[in-house]
Protein backbone atom coordinates (compact mmCIF):
# COMPACT_ATOMS: atom_id res chain seq x y z
CA UNK A 1 0.00 0.00 0.00
CA UNK A 2 2.82 2.53 0.84
CA UNK A 3 4.66 1.75 -2.63
CA UNK A 4 1.46 2.47 -4.21
CA UNK A 5 1.12 6.09 -3.08
CA UNK A 6 5.28 6.44 -3.28
CA UNK A 7 4.70 5.45 -6.84
CA UNK A 8 1.77 7.81 -7.63
CA UNK A 9 3.47 10.74 -5.80
CA UNK A 10 6.79 10.46 -8.09
CA UNK A 11 4.09 10.03 -11.08
CA UNK A 12 2.39 13.29 -10.35
CA UNK A 13 5.64 15.02 -9.25
CA UNK A 14 7.28 13.66 -12.99
CA UNK A 15 3.86 15.04 -14.54
CA UNK A 16 4.50 18.60 -12.37
CA UNK A 17 8.17 18.70 -13.32
CA UNK A 18 8.11 18.00 -17.00
CA UNK A 19 6.35 21.41 -18.34
CA UNK A 20 8.57 23.27 -15.77
CA UNK A 21 11.63 21.54 -17.13
CA UNK A 22 10.38 22.05 -21.04
CA UNK A 23 9.53 26.00 -20.39
CA UNK A 24 12.97 26.42 -18.48
CA UNK A 25 15.12 24.47 -21.15
CA UNK A 26 13.79 26.25 -24.35
CA UNK A 27 13.13 29.75 -21.97
CA UNK A 28 15.89 29.81 -19.79
CA UNK A 29 15.68 33.67 -20.26
CA UNK A 30 12.70 33.67 -18.30
CA UNK A 31 13.75 31.15 -15.37
CA UNK A 32 17.28 32.57 -15.15
CA UNK A 33 17.11 36.08 -15.23
CA UNK A 34 15.56 38.31 -12.02
CA UNK A 35 15.74 42.00 -12.66
CA UNK A 36 14.63 43.55 -9.78
CA UNK A 37 13.98 47.35 -11.78
CA UNK A 38 14.89 50.36 -10.49
CA UNK A 39 16.24 50.71 -7.15
CA UNK A 40 18.38 52.70 -4.88
CA UNK A 41 20.99 51.18 -2.17
CA UNK A 42 23.94 51.67 -0.29
CA UNK A 43 26.25 50.02 -2.13
CA UNK A 44 26.54 48.07 -5.95
CA UNK A 45 28.49 44.50 -6.02
CA UNK A 46 29.39 43.69 -9.10
CA UNK A 47 30.13 39.71 -9.26
CA UNK A 48 33.50 38.10 -10.35
CA UNK A 49 33.34 36.70 -13.98
CA UNK A 50 31.49 37.68 -17.28
CA UNK A 51 33.25 39.16 -20.18
CA UNK A 52 33.23 42.96 -19.07
CA UNK A 53 29.75 43.40 -19.10
CA UNK A 54 29.53 43.48 -15.20
CA UNK A 55 31.35 46.56 -14.25
CA UNK A 56 30.16 48.21 -17.43
CA UNK A 57 26.26 47.99 -16.08
CA UNK A 58 27.74 48.63 -12.83
CA UNK A 59 29.24 52.51 -13.75
CA UNK A 60 25.71 52.77 -16.06
CA UNK A 61 23.81 52.54 -12.50
CA UNK A 62 26.43 54.31 -10.62
CA UNK A 63 26.02 57.02 -12.95
CA UNK A 64 22.63 57.12 -12.56
CA UNK A 65 22.76 57.41 -8.60
CA UNK A 66 21.41 54.10 -7.69
CA UNK A 67 24.29 53.90 -5.15
CA UNK A 68 27.15 56.16 -3.81
CA UNK A 69 30.14 53.54 -4.05
CA UNK A 70 30.52 49.90 -5.88
CA UNK A 71 32.48 47.11 -4.84
CA UNK A 72 33.93 44.43 -6.98
CA UNK A 73 33.88 40.95 -5.38
CA UNK A 74 35.41 38.36 -7.07
CA UNK A 75 38.97 36.70 -7.44
CA UNK A 76 41.37 37.39 -10.87
CA UNK A 77 39.26 40.01 -12.48
CA UNK A 78 38.56 42.20 -9.76
CA UNK A 79 41.39 44.86 -11.32
CA UNK A 80 40.28 44.28 -14.66
CA UNK A 81 36.99 44.77 -13.38
CA UNK A 82 38.28 47.90 -11.57
CA UNK A 83 39.81 49.55 -14.35
CA UNK A 84 36.24 49.42 -16.35
CA UNK A 85 34.44 50.98 -13.58
CA UNK A 86 37.79 53.84 -13.23
CA UNK A 87 37.64 54.41 -17.44
CA UNK A 88 33.62 54.23 -17.12
CA UNK A 89 33.45 57.36 -15.00
CA UNK A 90 33.58 55.44 -11.46
CA UNK A 91 36.12 57.63 -9.35
CA UNK A 92 38.62 55.21 -7.36
CA UNK A 93 37.18 56.65 -3.77
CA UNK A 94 34.10 55.15 -4.53
CA UNK A 95 35.38 51.52 -5.37
CA UNK A 96 36.29 49.24 -2.91
CA UNK A 97 37.62 45.24 -3.86
CA UNK A 98 36.98 41.82 -2.04
CA UNK A 99 39.19 40.15 -3.93
CA UNK A 100 39.30 36.32 -2.60
CA UNK A 101 36.31 34.63 -3.13
CA UNK A 102 36.11 32.40 -6.19
CA UNK A 103 32.58 31.04 -6.06
CA UNK A 104 29.16 32.43 -6.00
CA UNK A 105 28.64 31.41 -2.34
CA UNK A 106 32.29 32.74 -1.54
CA UNK A 107 31.12 36.37 -3.26
CA UNK A 108 28.13 36.09 -0.70
CA UNK A 109 29.96 34.95 2.18
CA UNK A 110 32.96 36.96 1.78
CA UNK A 111 30.84 40.39 0.52
CA UNK A 112 28.65 40.58 3.34
CA UNK A 113 30.66 40.33 6.22
CA UNK A 114 32.55 43.56 4.74
CA UNK A 115 28.66 45.07 4.12
CA UNK A 116 27.62 43.96 8.01
CA UNK A 117 30.91 45.83 9.43
CA UNK A 118 29.81 48.73 7.07
CA UNK A 119 26.57 48.80 8.54
CA UNK A 120 24.71 48.09 5.38
CA UNK A 121 21.30 47.81 4.37
CA UNK A 122 20.42 48.13 0.96
CA UNK A 123 21.93 46.57 -1.83
CA UNK A 124 22.23 45.92 -5.70
CA UNK A 125 23.48 43.26 -7.09
CA UNK A 126 25.51 43.15 -10.62
CA UNK A 127 25.94 40.17 -12.69
CA UNK A 128 25.36 38.32 -15.92
CA UNK A 129 21.27 37.83 -16.60
CA UNK A 130 21.88 34.16 -16.48
CA UNK A 131 23.68 34.21 -13.31
CA UNK A 132 20.94 36.07 -11.82
CA UNK A 133 18.65 34.36 -10.00
CA UNK A 134 21.42 31.61 -8.44
CA UNK A 135 23.38 34.91 -6.79
CA UNK A 136 20.43 36.98 -5.98
CA UNK A 137 18.58 33.97 -3.85
CA UNK A 138 22.59 33.16 -2.67
CA UNK A 139 23.18 36.63 -1.05
CA UNK A 140 19.33 36.93 0.03
CA UNK A 141 20.02 32.98 2.12
CA UNK A 142 23.13 34.17 3.93
CA UNK A 143 21.51 37.40 4.88
CA UNK A 144 17.90 37.65 4.90
CA UNK A 145 18.17 40.77 6.92
CA UNK A 146 19.41 42.99 4.46
CA UNK A 147 17.67 43.99 1.33
CA UNK A 148 18.79 42.59 -2.44
CA UNK A 149 18.16 44.38 -5.17
CA UNK A 150 19.31 42.18 -8.87
CA UNK A 151 20.26 44.53 -12.08
CA UNK A 152 21.68 41.91 -13.92
CA UNK A 153 23.51 42.96 -17.31
CA UNK A 154 22.01 41.82 -20.92
CA UNK A 155 24.46 40.90 -22.50
CA UNK A 156 24.14 37.89 -24.92
CA UNK A 157 20.67 37.93 -23.99
CA UNK A 158 19.20 37.37 -27.53
CA UNK A 159 18.77 33.97 -28.26
CA UNK A 160 20.76 34.44 -31.75
CA UNK A 161 23.72 35.37 -29.35
CA UNK A 162 23.69 32.80 -26.78
CA UNK A 163 26.82 30.96 -28.89
CA UNK A 164 29.14 34.27 -28.40
CA UNK A 165 31.89 33.14 -26.01
CA UNK A 166 30.04 29.97 -24.76
CA UNK A 167 27.68 31.86 -23.03
CA UNK A 168 25.16 29.14 -24.16
CA UNK A 169 27.10 26.71 -22.10
CA UNK A 170 27.43 28.46 -19.32
CA UNK A 171 23.69 29.50 -19.03
CA UNK A 172 22.62 25.74 -19.68
CA UNK A 173 25.20 25.14 -16.77
CA UNK A 174 23.09 27.33 -14.27
CA UNK A 175 20.74 24.28 -14.22
CA UNK A 176 23.11 21.89 -12.36
CA UNK A 177 24.01 24.61 -10.37
CA UNK A 178 21.06 26.18 -9.13
CA UNK A 179 19.68 22.32 -7.85
CA UNK A 180 23.65 21.90 -6.83
CA UNK A 181 23.26 24.96 -4.62
CA UNK A 182 19.99 23.71 -2.97
CA UNK A 183 21.24 20.10 -2.40
CA UNK A 184 24.68 21.29 -0.81
CA UNK A 185 23.72 24.91 0.79
CA UNK A 186 20.22 24.67 0.93
CA UNK A 187 19.60 27.92 -1.24
CA UNK A 188 16.04 27.38 -3.15
CA UNK A 189 16.67 28.90 -6.16
CA UNK A 190 12.47 29.87 -5.66
Given at each position: ?????????????????????????????????????????????????????????????????????????????????????????????????EGGSKTTRENALFTLKRLRAEHVHR????TTWYHARRALRTFEHYAPDLGFYMR???????????????????????????????????????
Amino acid sequence: MVLKWIFRALVVAVLLATPIAWVAYYYPEKFLCVDSGPATADVIVVLGGGRGERPLRAAELFRQHAAPRVLISGFGDDEINRQILLANGVPARAIEVEGGSKTTRENALFTLKRLRAEHVHRVILVTTWYHARRALRTFEHYAPDLGFYMRPSYYSFERADWSLQDNNRKMRLEFVKLPGYWARYGVNPF
